[in-house]
C-alpha cells in the first residue's frame, strides 16, 4: 500500500514525527494511538468513511506496518492503533522524512534561500534536502507573475510528482509564518459537488444540500415539480466538508447566492458535517450553512416507530455539544434521543414520504 494515500497513515505518521521525530535516543516501546481519538484528528466522522477506515488499517496490519489492538470482549471493535518498533525506518522511508543531522543545519544556515524560505536559516524542519531546494528553485526561477494553479499541479511541476505538495503541507514548512500556498501560486481544489438546477418557478430560491445520494434523487425528482429549491446539491456524506467552497461556481451558473439549506442522518457525524462545513463557508465568505428544518422535523416524526438500536461493528461516535447547536431551537428534541445512541437515517423521507406531503411553501421554506 501506499502509505501517502492513506490518510490515518498519513496522521498517524505526523503524531509520531511530532512526538518524536527528532528523539536523538532510540524508543523502547511502539508508538501508538487511540483509534477513536486518531479517527477524530483525521476528520472521519461519517459511517461510510470510518469503514473505509477500518478496511485501510486491517489491510496495513496484514502488511506488517502497524499492529492492532481490539476492545477487551468486543473483538470487532479496535481500540489501539501502533508502529512496530522495526518498522520505522519504512515509515520514514514511504514519507520521505530524514532527521535533521548537524551536516543538514549547517546546509539550512548556509544555503541561498529565497526570501518565501528564510526562515530555514534558523528553523529546524524534518525534510529532506533535496525538497526543500526544489522549492527553492521553483521561487528563484524567472518567470512572469505566477497564475494560481491546483496545488497538485504546481506540485507536479516542482517535484514531478502530483501528490508530493500534498504531504508537505502538515509539515513544519508550512506553519504560520513560513511558506504559503500562496507564496507558490497554487490552491487546494475543492470537489466538484452533483448537483441539478430547479425549475424556472425556483429561481432565487435556497439550495438545499443532501447527505446521501438516495435523498439526493428523491428530493431532485421532487423539486422539478415543485420548485421549492434553485438547486438540489449532492453533499456526499463527509466529503462536503470540504467540498463546500464549490458552491460559489454553483452560485455563480445560478445568478449569485443565495441560502444554504442541509439536510442529512439525524445522528452525530450527520450534525458534526454541517457544522464544520457552516465554519468553512462563512471563512470564505460564503452564506452560513443552516439546517433545513422542515426535513429534520418530517424525520423526526419516523422515531416512535424504531426499534432500540442492535450492536453495531464500530463505536457510537461522541455528541458534541457544538454539533448538536447546528440544529438550533430543534436540538431541544432530539437531544434526548441522540444522548442515548439512537440515530434516524435520511432515507425515511424518500420520495414515497414526499409525493404525499401537503405542506406549503411557507412552511417547507421560512424565512431566514
Same mark, same amino acid.
Given at each position: 500500500?501506499?502509505?501517502?494515500?492513506?490518510?490515518?497513515?498519513?496522521?498517524?505518521?505526523?503524531?509520531?514525527?511530532?512526538?518524536?521525530?527528532?528523539?536523538?535516543?532510540?524508543?523502547?516501546?511502539?508508538?501508538?494511538?487511540?483509534?477513536?481519538?486518531?479517527?477524530?484528528?483525521?476528520?472521519?466522522?461519517?459511517?461510510?468513511?470510518?469503514?473505509?477506515?477500518?478496511?485501510?488499517?486491517?489491510?496495513?496490519?496484514?502488511?506488517?506496518?502497524?499492529?492492532?489492538?481490539?476492545?477487551?470482549?468486543?473483538?470487532?471493535?479496535?481500540?489501539?492503533?501502533?508502529?512496530?518498533?522495526?518498522?520505522?525506518?519504512?515509515?520514514?522511508?514511504?514519507?520521505?522524512?530524514?532527521?535533521?543531522?548537524?551536516?543538514?543545519?549547517?546546509?539550512?544556515?548556509?544555503?541561498?534561500?529565497?526570501?518565501?524560505?528564510?526562515?530555514?536559516?534558523?528553523?529546524?524542519?524534518?525534510?529532506?534536502?533535496?525538497?526543500?531546494?526544489?522549492?527553492?528553485?521553483?521561487?528563484?526561477?524567472?518567470?512572469?507573475?505566477?497564475?494560481?494553479?491546483?496545488?497538485?499541479?504546481?506540485?507536479?511541476?516542482?517535484?514531478?510528482?502530483?501528490?508530493?505538495?500534498?504531504?508537505?503541507?502538515?509539515?513544519?514548512?508550512?506553519?504560520?509564518?513560513?511558506?504559503?500556498?500562496?507564496?507558490?501560486?497554487?490552491?487546494?481544489?475543492?470537489?466538484?459537488?452533483?448537483?441539478?438546477?430547479?425549475?424556472?418557478?425556483?429561481?432565487?430560491?435556497?439550495?438545499?444540500? #443532501? $447527505?446521501? @445520494?438516495?435523498?439526493?434523487?428523491?428530493?431532485?425528482?421532487?423539486?422539478? =415539480? /415543485?420548485?421549492?429549491? !434553485? &438547486?438540489?446539491?449532492?453533499?456526499?456524506?463527509?466529503?462536503?466538508?470540504?467540498?463546500?467552497?464549490?458552491?460559489?461556481?454553483?452560485?455563480?451558473?445560478?445568478?449569485?447566492?443565495?441560502?444554504?439549506?442541509?439536510?442529512?442522518?439525524?445522528?452525530?457525524?450527520?450534525?458534526?458535517?454541517?457544522?464544520?462545513?457552516?465554519?468553512?463557508?462563512?471563512?470564505?465568505?460564503?452564506?452560513?450553512?443552516?439546517?433545513?428544518?422542515?426535513?429534520?422535523?418530517?424525520?423526526?416524526?419516523?422515531?416512535?416507530?424504531?426499534?432500540?438500536?442492535?450492536?453495531?461493528?464500530?463505536?457510537?461516535?461522541? #455528541? $458534541?455539544? @457544538?454539533?448538536?447547536?447546528?440544529?438550533?431551537?430543534?436540538?431541544?428534541? =432530539? /437531544?434526548?434521543?441522540? !444522548? &442515548?445512541?439512537?440515530?434516524?437515517?435520511?432515507?425515511?423521507?424518500?420520495?414515497?414520504?414526499?409525493?404525499?406531503?401537503?405542506?406549503?411553501?411557507?412552511?417547507?421554506?421560512?424565512?431566514?
Amino acid at each position: 500500500m501506499n502509505l501517502l494515500q492513506v490518510p490515518i497513515a498519513v496522521e498517524l505518521f505526523r503524531q509520531w514525527r511530532t512526538a518524536r521525530g527528532e528523539r536523538e535516543t532510540a524508543a523502547r516501546r511502539p508508538f501508538s494511538r487511540r483509534w477513536e481519538e486518531l479517527l477524530e484528528a483525521t476528520g472521519i466522522d461519517s459511517a461510510s468513511d470510518r469503514r473505509d477506515a477500518e478496511h485501510d488499517a486491517r489491510e496495513l496490519a496484514t502488511a506488517g506496518w502497524i499492529t492492532l489492538k481490539s476492545v477487551p470482549l468486543r473483538p470487532q471493535l479496535l481500540e489501539r492503533i501502533a508502529i512496530p518498533l522495526e518498522q520505522e525506518t519504512g515509515w520514514c522511508r514511504a514519507f520521505g522524512y530524514v532527521a535533521p543531522t548537524d551536516d543538514t543545519a549547517r546546509l539550512l544556515r548556509e544555503f541561498a534561500w529565497e526570501p518565501a524560505l528564510a526562515f530555514l536559516t534558523t528553523a529546524r524542519v524534518t525534510l529532506p534536502l533535496a525538497d526543500l531546494q526544489a522549492l527553492n528553485a521553483w521561487l528563484a526561477r524567472p518567470a512572469p507573475a505566477i497564475v494560481p494553479v491546483p496545488i497538485k499541479e504546481r506540485s507536479l511541476e516542482i517535484f514531478g510528482d502530483e501528490k508530493r505538495l500534498d504531504g508537505l503541507l502538515n509539515s513544519s514548512l508550512f506553519d504560520a509564518g513560513r511558506l504559503t500556498t500562496a507564496a507558490l501560486g497554487c490552491f487546494l481544489a475543492s470537489e466538484p459537488l452533483g448537483w441539478k438546477r430547479g425549475p424556472a418557478t425556483a429561481v432565487g430560491q435556497p439550495v438545499l444540500i #443532501l $447527505e446521501n @445520494a438516495a435523498t439526493w434523487h428523491s428530493y431532485d425528482q421532487w423539486n422539478q =415539480v /415543485h420548485g421549492h429549491f !434553485s &438547486a438540489v446539491v449532492y453533499g456526499g456524506g463527509n466529503r462536503f466538508r470540504d467540498s463546500v467552497t464549490f458552491l460559489s461556481e454553483i452560485f455563480r451558473e445560478l445568478g449569485g447566492p443565495r441560502r444554504i439549506l442541509y439536510f442529512g442522518d439525524l445522528d452525530p457525524a450527520g450534525l458534526r458535517i454541517p457544522r464544520l462545513a457552516n465554519h468553512r463557508a462563512v471563512a470564505a465568505g460564503l452564506p452560513p450553512v443552516e439546517p433545513h428544518l422542515w426535513s429534520y422535523r418530517q424525520l423526526w416524526t419516523f422515531q416512535p416507530t424504531l426499534p432500540p438500536p442492535t450492536e453495531v461493528n464500530s463505536e457510537p461516535m461522541t #455528541l $458534541e455539544a @457544538a454539533d448538536l447547536a447546528w440544529l438550533g431551537k430543534f436540538a431541544e428534541t =432530539v /437531544h434526548p434521543w441522540l !444522548s &442515548a445512541g439512537r440515530r434516524l437515517a435520511q432515507e425515511h423521507i424518500g420520495w414515497t414520504h414526499l409525493q404525499r406531503t401537503h405542506a406549503t411553501p411557507a412552511e417547507i421554506l421560512p424565512s431566514g
